[in-house]
T-cell receptor, first 111, second 119 residues
């Protein structure tokens, strides 16, 4: 069965420090991975997806099929990065967005 | 940017009562979804809806749940007889899906959620 694991519930770093939010997945098919972010009092929104290989707000994430990981990284954290981050896996096939989410990591960036 | 809107933002109901959660997906989107998040737990898929019918549903989406697109703009989730364990944040979402034979825009847009409290 598909599973997404985010081992850290809470992560606290200082401004300017590097940050890595961990995500591991279990899926028998070809996975499609995403990071969603929820800022305080705002809706869930897509941060980035592995197929785009993009960098959004300085964040990057590389899909490592050998380690079944999709860790989110940023070299220099900013206070405005404080938010809840969810890793999600999309089930392959069609255009249906059935996502399996991890439990989320609350990132706090301290001044 | 267009948004998915959900009403109400909070709903309090008595156990056993019926509730209807409302959503207005983005106008040119073809796929509609409901997800929920029980406090402290992960966001869970409930159901997807395409072409006026359910395309997929999870084991959570039992006979107490139903979805409907009563007109060209609204998408509703009905819980027939609420239970205490139905208390959660319910998120509506929509995606553009396939358009003219190709995946037009691979992005899922979420509403801001309805917090349902069953007493």
């Amino acid at each position: 069965a598909q599973r997404v694991t985010q081992p850290e519930k809470l992560l606290s770093v200082f401004k300017g420090a590097p940050v890595e939010l961990k995500c591991n997945y279990s899926y028998s098919g070809s996975p499609e991975l995403f990071w969603y972010v929820q800022y305080s009092r705002q809706r869930l929104q897509l941060l980035l997806r592995h197929i785009s290989r993009e960098s959004i707000k300085g964040f990057t994430a590389d899909l490592n099929k050998g380690e079944t990981s999709f860790h989110l990284k940023k070299p220099f954290a900013q206070e405005e990065d404080s938010a809840m981050y969810y890793c999600a896996l999309r089930h392959s096939g069609g255009s249906n967005y059935k996502l399996t989410f991890g439990k989320g990591t609350l990132l706090t960036v301290n001044p | 940017e267009p948004e998915v809107t959900q009403t109400p933002s909070h709903q309090v109901t008595q156990m056993g009562q019926e509730v209807i959660l409302r959503c207005v997906p983005i106008s040119n989107h073809l796929y509609f979804y409901w997800y929920r998040q029980i406090l402290g737990q992960k966001v869970e898929f409930l159901v997807s809806f395409y072409n006026n019918e359910i395309s997929e549903k999870s084991e959570i989406f039992d006979d107490q749940f139903s979805v409907e697109r009563p007109d060209g703009s609204n998408f509703t989730l009905k819980i027939r007889s609420t239970k205490l364990e139905d208390s959660a944040m319910y998120f509506c979402a929509s995606s553009e899906g396939y358009f003219r034979g190709r995946l037009a825009n691979e992005k899922l847009f979420f509403g801001s959620g309805t917090q349902l409290s069953v007493l």
